[in-house]
């Protein structure tokens, strides 16, 4: 029985206090009958067994929980198992049955995992998917569940004992579930030589433990049901040696903060509230009750409110803490997480408040050095505290979690000394740590052990020095949570491979890396992915002896490679250097090659006379405009700049003509956007009233990016730039964002004119995804757009470009992108000279050096995977240029069908013949595993290609679930008009 299985986290740490607010069952379990997902197809999926083991040291807890369950009906059935996590959880491992035996996963870029995890569903290969959300709740599917069977799975993380949401220092794993058939079992152990810790079982009251060896154990077992929490109080102590499995040691350490003492007043405080989405649905008012009372104990003479997101910072200078207040109160929560705007603060401050939920969406390159001590506060529903402990510990500060009481907060707030803010070892050097806040007049600590000697603490303004234990104790969850606390200083994109390296060297879960887990040798042989160090010795032979194979093929690729594409790239200068008869009637229609069925016939029928010209206004709200099931939501943006320096434009058809054009009969014309949504609608009806609307509207469809980039277009088209750029941006800051939203944000963004933000979300992109041409190659045209825009930096971006499409063309990739080179080498032959007119050279082999200008191109790209998507351009002559018919009698080309998703696909003629050119796409096939979403189709229509003359029009076409593709219902994306129109 194949299996495949994915990890795919969505927050390094911290589960947010909104998740245990949540009802229902935890594990929760559903089922629906063949995978599909409604209430008609619901069924009964039974938990068999649950076991959870934690052995706590300290502050901190290691949680093993398996859990087996059961189909047990008739039919096959798609599994759905939900377990909310602690706060602060850290996913550590994850493993499932394979042949009744529990396999690891493998940490791979989650990406590459989705991809894997994707090929073996729709091969109706036994799949199955697990993540944790970044609303702190562990999920997996799997399909399908056989009658009369069940699977089993394991999930491992680390967790400090501490629960913000409660404001205490516990741990507290949500239990709510019916009696399992085959039971359930909890098994807590403590380190016998501290104190005996608190420990309530889930509905069920204290829990007495009992020694046994060295440790302190409690157990309990049932086939009955379970409601409540497992809880475990924070053992006191002062310091604690443990070694990992790779002989690191490390220490906790804990104390009395001391007398805290009166407030002491400060001369000015500097509030940074964040204004982003990822903030819209904080607890405001708990904030500004915390940041009333904070600003009362302080006494500032001067403060400063700071709002900030992804569009910049405002600035406002008042006089009283309820003038503050009034000003957050009508705060709009818009844009992406962004603190690049906060380096313009030059002025120091003798505090800082920072209110946010986490880790930056943009700019992440920024490091923020403010001129304060900084504490950060966050009651986001979906936070990174980790991150925030992080900033705050660079500042002297510390990093609060609001939760029920907030009086331990305010306290810390006001306090003239903060927390923890350095560990040393005997010599005075600094020492690796992170801190863990928790109740008032206590405070802990994890730091790498010194090689000998005690450790000093600054805490509160003193130093307190402890003797470190001589034994260490074997325990891993320090090593962890200081690996985690590590990542959140990394940049995921710039420094990728350190970032990749300490994830799997301490097996850390994160939203960039997810664990795998494939069936068979020749599964993790195909898919490029190193079995799970446990893997079975004689299975791990015959998977070195294939990966041997797989990678002697690759190296023969690789050698071969440029013989390959020199050949194919003679052929298309052959094609280039061809004169043909611009009168030529069509060729015979060719049949489809197998195993495709033919598409439409090759010839079409005569273009039908011109319809008369759109009108320059715009349509109503309720007309139609165009085809019902297509939305274009590509439409003209501020005048940006080509690749080749000239200007680019996303056009309405009602803006045809406006543009400068060296040859006035030559016209590009895009089907016009069309407000198809219910609420664009409503937006259209009424304007002025827009922010109304748009709250009320919000509430319903903002928690899909399709809603943020509507709504940034509206407001675009009604002269709203600014405002409809830090629309586009929110779609970043939503928990279900992923690569496709990142992929369409930057596009939006090109044709907004940001390039350097565009340039940014590329090159994440690019690093994610390093198994697929497509990022790289799209990264490289927007840095070549923007070195026509800056000759200061033109060489350093030109040289990029170049290089990155060089890598694209010589790079043996997978078979389903065969062709991806041919389409770069048109680009990167139109780059080279501007490189070499700058001072700089090309690393391309001479063959493959030859710039080849053309009429007209069409360039088409989408956003999904495994999607068949045609481009089809029908001639003046009747002649469709078509996956089965390439090459016209005009001498239209039209490079490889990419029939697995992304794209390119091109379409090129030389010497363009007067008429109208019609520019479609179909949807062949629409991806097996989600039949019903939309492709949105990028298209870029160019005239004058590689000349001084090009000017280039693009658009976005969304493909609705009405689009049944198979050449039943093409979609036009616009026309190219050559000569004056008949």
Not at 472 to 494: C, N, R, Y
Request: proline letters at 7%.
């Amino acid at each position: 029985m194949k299996a495949c299985w994915l990890l795919a986290t969505a927050a390094l740490a911290l589960a947010p206090a909104a998740a245990f607010a949540q009802g229902g069952a935890n594990p929760g379990l559903t089922a629906q009958v063949g995978g599909v997902d409604d209430e008609q197809h619901a069924a009964e999926l039974k938990l068999r067994r649950l076991d959870v083991a934690v052995a706590v040291r300290g502050g901190i807890a290691e949680t093993v929980v398996t859990a087996s369950f059961l189909n047990p009906g008739e039919d096959r059935l798609q599994g759905d198992f939900r377990l909310r996590l602690p706060e602060g959880a850290v996913v550590t491992g994850y493993a499932l049955d394979i042949d009744g035996r529990l396999v690891d996963g493998v940490l791979v870029d989650q990406p590459k995992a989705k991809a894997v995890y994707e090929e073996r569903v729709r091969q109706k290969v036994d799949p199955g998917m697990a993540e944790v959300t970044a609303g702190g709740e562990f999920r997996t599917r799997v399909f399908p569940i056989l009658p009369d069977k069940g699977r089993t799975i394991r999930i491992r993380f680390v967790a400090p004992l501490l629960a913000p949401s409660a404001s205490d220092e516990i741990y507290r794993l949500p239990l709510d579930l019916g009696a399992p058939s085959e039971g359930w079992s909890i098994t807590v152990r403590a380190s016998g030589d501290l104190p005996e810790p608190a420990l309530a079982w889930p509905g069920r009251g204290v829990a007495p433990m009992v020694r046994e060896g060295q440790d302190l154990v409690a157990r309990g077992e049932g086939r009955t049901a379970l409601v409540g929490a497992l809880t475990i109080a924070r053992q006191p102590f002062a310091a604690l040696l443990s070694r990992n499995g790779y002989g690191e040691r490390s220490v906790q350490l804990s104390g009395d903060t001391g007398p805290a003492g009166a407030p002491a007043p400060v001369e000015s405080v500097r509030i940074y509230w964040d204004r982003s989405r990822a903030r819209r649905d904080a607890r405001h008012a708990a904030e500004l009750a915390l940041l009333r009372h904070t600003l009362a104990a302080l006494a500032p003479r001067s403060i400063e409110v700071v709002t900030f997101n992804s569009n910049g910072a405002q600035r406002s200078r008042v006089g009283s803490a309820d003038v503050a207040i009034a000003l957050l109160e009508k705060v709009q929560y818009r844009g992406a997480t962004s603190y690049a705007a906060l380096g313009e603060d030059r002025a120091a401050a003798d505090r800082c408040l920072l209110f946010s939920g986490g880790r930056p969406q943009l700019d992440r390159g920024f490091t923020l050095r403010a001129r304060c001590r900084l504490d950060a506060v966050t009651s986001a529903p979906v936070a990174d505290l980790a991150w925030l402990r992080n900033l705050a510990k660079r500042h002297g500060g510390r990093a609060f979690a609001l939760g029920s009481d907030a009086s331990a907060i305010e306290k810390a707030l006001a306090a003239r000394d903060s927390g923890v803010t350095g560990v040393f070892d005997a010599a005075g050097q600094a020492l690796p740590y992170t801190a863990l806040e928790g109740r008032s007049g206590r405070w802990m600590v994890v730091a790498r052990a010194p090689a000998s000697g005690g450790v000093t603490v600054h805490v509160g303004g003193r130093d307190v020095t402890l003797a470190v234990p001589e034994i260490a104790v074997a325990f891993d969850g320090e090593g962890v949570l200081l690996a985690s606390d590590t990542l959140t200083g990394l940049d995921p994109t710039v420094q990728r491979a350190d970032y990749v390296a300490l994830s799997r060297r301490y097996g850390v879960a994160s939203p960039d890396l997810s664990f795998v887990v494939l069936e068979t040798p020749s599964d993790y042989a195909r898919a490029d992915v190193d079995p799970p160090k446990d893997y079975p010795e004689e299975q791990l032979a015959e998977w070195r002896e294939m990966r041997k194979g797989a990678d002697d093929e690759k190296a023969e690729a690789k050698a071969e490679r440029l013989g390959v594409v020199a050949e194919r790239w003679a052929e298309q200068v052959k094609w280039w250097e061809t004169r043909f008869d611009p009168d030529a009637r069509p060729k015979k229609p060719k049949e489809a090659p197998a195993p495709s069925p033919p598409p439409p016939a090759t010839v079409v029928p005569p273009p039908a006379p011109e319809p008369t010209p759109m009108p320059t206004a715009e349509p109503a709200p309720d007309q139609d405009g165009g085809e019902a099931e297509v939305v274009v939501t590509g439409v003209r943006a501020a005048p940006q700049v080509s690749m080749v320096a000239n200007a680019v434009t996303s056009i309405d058809a009602e803006d045809v003509g406006k543009l400068p054009d060296s040859d006035p009969s030559a016209t590009i014309e895009l089907e016009a956007w069309q407000p198809t949504r219910e609420y664009l609608k409503a937006f259209d009806a009424a304007p002025a009233t827009f922010d109304k609307r748009f709250v009320e509207v919000e509430e319903k469809q903002g928690a899909a990016p399709a809603f943020y980039f509507d709504t940034a277009e509206w407001l675009r088209r009604h002269g709203k730039p600014e405002a409809a750029r830090e629309m586009l941006l929110s779609a970043l800051d939503l928990p279900v964002a992923n690569s496709e939203t990142i992929a369409i944000v930057a596009a939006r963004l090109e044709r907004y004119g940001d390039l350097d933000h565009a340039i940014e979300l590329r090159e994440r992109l690019a690093a994610l995804e390093s198994e697929r041409p497509q990022p790289r190659r799209l990264l490289a045209l927007a840095l070549a757009r923007r070195a026509a825009l800056r000759p200061a930096t033109a060489r350093a971006d030109l040289e990029r470009a170049v290089k990155l499409l060089t890598e694209v063309i010589m790079t043996p990739w997978d078979d389903a992108w065969d062709g991806v080179e041919m389409v770069s080498l048109m680009e990167v032959n139109t780059l080279i000279p501007r490189l070499i007119a700058l001072g700089g050279k090309a690393e391309l082999d001479p063959r493959l050096v030859r710039k080849l200008d053309v009429d007209l191109r069409v360039v088409v790209d989408w956003d999904t995977d495994a999607t068949d998507l045609d481009l089809w351009v029908d001639e003046p002559n009747g002649e469709r240029a078509i996956y089965s018919n390439q090459r016209t009698a005009i001498g239209g080309h039209l490079s490889d069908d990419m029939t697995d998703g992304y794209g390119p696909e091109e379409y090129l003629l030389r010497r363009a013949p007067d008429g109208t050119y019609v520019v479609q796409a179909d949807v062949y096939r629409l991806d097996a595993i989600n039949p019903n979403g939309p492709s949105v189709i990028t298209a870029h229509l160019i005239r004058d290609f590689g000349r001084p003359t090009e000017r280039e029009e693009s658009v976005d076409i969304e493909l609705t679930d009405g689009d049944k593709g198979r050449g039943q219902d093409a979609r036009l994306i616009g026309r190219l008009v050559v000569g004056k129109k008949k």
